[in-house]
């Protein structure tokens, strides 16, 4: 059977995700597209030389019934009421991060899915799927390196546009360690902090950048996160695990090294795109394998609303400098342990 799939934004996460359904993987075909933009849409299916149907709203590609399942590649803002819908229509959806703008807005998503009794949603979290974080989770887990205490992590962008904001740090850059930390760890977070270095050159007005966001979990390891947007030498994602017996480092990316003129070096990337490439297709992958066998099982909107909630007390931390509480109520049944 072939999953026909409807994907809801065709600007660059959504114009990746057709492409790699279409041309990449296995399993399912897009014969469905909308974007607010009608005219960028009918330039993705004509590039990709797809035979698949322009809509006008993400509302019909929801409910077109030749539709099986939903990928939300919108603008943030709409992620919520598309993946509501979906659920509504008993359709499985992938939405892309963040699941909805808020902890409320997430929690709603929780709840309307928890009201069709089975798991229809999963979030654009990729980072479990990357061979290096799976490495890394893997000593943990067998107790490679014995109890945690500390992780060092550091998320660093080359540069951002103007209207990249001092909260988009934490809603857009962070909210991926936001979730995958949680998978590491197995933990929830119990507090934030949020301090400011001094501020780049390179930034611009609205922004304070870097930025560095202290955690502690509920069984107390202590997580420090370097967040700089405009380090001006590459795309660069760091993340030191230090345990009672030993540290454990997420790899490099495969590159080159190369000896030249009494120097030896190695590329650094420069596009989260191509960072996470091989992430992004196991990802789609496992969710269109889960689909077809009726069950998922990615990162879940119970994961979407913690990764939120946590975000949540972030942006307070901003504002206040205080280390603020992060409340997350007890995880319902419905999603496991």
Request: proline share 4%.
């Given at each position: 059977m072939t999953l026909k799939l409807g994907v809801i934004g065709c600007g660059a996460i959504g114009r990746e995700h057709i492409r790699r359904c279409s041309k990449v993987l296995q399993?399912?075909?897009?014969?469905?597209?909308?974007?607010?933009?009608?005219?960028?849409?009918?330039?993705?299916?004509n590039s990709l030389g797809?035979?698949?149907e322009i809509y006008a709203d993400g509302m019909d590609v929801i409910n077109a019934p030749q539709v099986d399942a939903i990928l939300v590649t919108s603008w943030d803002p709409t992620h919520e009421a598309f993946t509501l819908a979906a659920v509504a229509a008993g359709k499985y959806v992938f939405c892309e991060k963040p699941l909805a703008m808020s902890a409320e807005g997430c929690r709603r998503i929780?709840?309307?899915?928890?009201?069709?009794?089975?798991?229809l949603v999963q979030v654009g979290f990729m980072r479990p799927y990357d061979s290096g974080y799976q490495a890394l989770k893997k000593v943990i887990d067998r107790g490679d390196i014995g109890e945690l205490l500390m992780l060092h992590c550091a998320h660093r962008n080359q540069s951002?546009?103007?209207?990249?904001?001092?909260?988009?740090?934490?809603?857009?850059?962070?909210?991926?360690?936001?979730?995958?930390?949680?998978?590491l760890t197995d933990d929830d977070y119990k507090t934030v902090q949020v301090v400011y270095p001094r501020t780049?050159?390179?930034?611009?007005?609205?922004?304070k950048d870097p930025q560095i966001v202290l955690f502690e979990?509920?069984?107390?390891?202590r997580i420090d996160v370097e967040i700089f947007v405009n380090?001006?030498?590459?795309?660069d994602i760091q993340c030191e695990v230090v345990g009672e017996d030993g540290i454990a480092r997420l790899p490099e990316p495969s590159s080159i090294q190369l000896r030249k003129e009494a120097r030896l070096a190695n590329t650094i990337l420069t596009d989260w795109k191509d960072r996470?490439?091989?992430?992004?297709?196991?990802?789609?992958?496992?969710?269109?394998?889960d689909v077809k066998a009726d069950r998922l099982t990615g990162p879940s909107a119970w994961d979407g609303f913690a990764a939120s909630v946590a975000a949540d007390a972030c942006l307070r931390a901003q504002q206040s400098a205080a280390i603020e509480p992060v409340s997350m109520p007890p995880r319902p049944s419905f999603y496991g342990n």
């Amino acid at each position: 059977m072939t999953l026909k799939l409807g994907v809801i934004g065709c600007g660059a996460i959504g114009r990746e995700h057709i492409r790699r359904c279409s041309k990449v993987l296995q399993g399912a075909e897009v014969i469905a597209v909308s974007d607010i933009n009608a005219q960028g849409a009918r330039d993705v299916v004509n590039s990709l030389g797809l035979n698949a149907e322009i809509y006008a709203d993400g509302m019909d590609v929801i409910n077109a019934p030749q539709v099986d399942a939903i990928l939300v590649t919108s603008w943030d803002p709409t992620h919520e009421a598309f993946t509501l819908a979906a659920v509504a229509a008993g359709k499985y959806v992938f939405c892309e991060k963040p699941l909805a703008m808020s902890a409320e807005g997430c929690r709603r998503i929780v709840d309307a899915e928890m009201t069709q009794g089975k798991r229809l949603v999963q979030v654009g979290f990729m980072r479990p799927y990357d061979s290096g974080y799976q490495a890394l989770k893997k000593v943990i887990d067998r107790g490679d390196i014995g109890e945690l205490l500390m992780l060092h992590c550091a998320h660093r962008n080359q540069s951002v546009a103007e209207n990249y904001t001092t909260d988009m740090a934490i809603t857009n850059t962070l909210i991926h360690e936001l979730d995958v930390l949680r998978w590491l760890t197995d933990d929830d977070y119990k507090t934030v902090q949020v301090v400011y270095p001094r501020t780049t050159t390179k930034s611009h007005s609205g922004l304070k950048d870097p930025q560095i966001v202290l955690f502690e979990t509920q069984k107390g390891i202590r997580i420090d996160v370097e967040i700089f947007v405009n380090c001006s030498y590459g795309y660069d994602i760091q993340c030191e695990v230090v345990g009672e017996d030993g540290i454990a480092r997420l790899p490099e990316p495969s590159s080159i090294q190369l000896r030249k003129e009494a120097r030896l070096a190695n590329t650094i990337l420069t596009d989260w795109k191509d960072r996470f490439i091989d992430a992004y297709d196991v990802e789609l992958q496992a969710f269109i394998n889960d689909v077809k066998a009726d069950r998922l099982t990615g990162p879940s909107a119970w994961d979407g609303f913690a990764a939120s909630v946590a975000a949540d007390a972030c942006l307070r931390a901003q504002q206040s400098a205080a280390i603020e509480p992060v409340s997350m109520p007890p995880r319902p049944s419905f999603y496991g342990n």
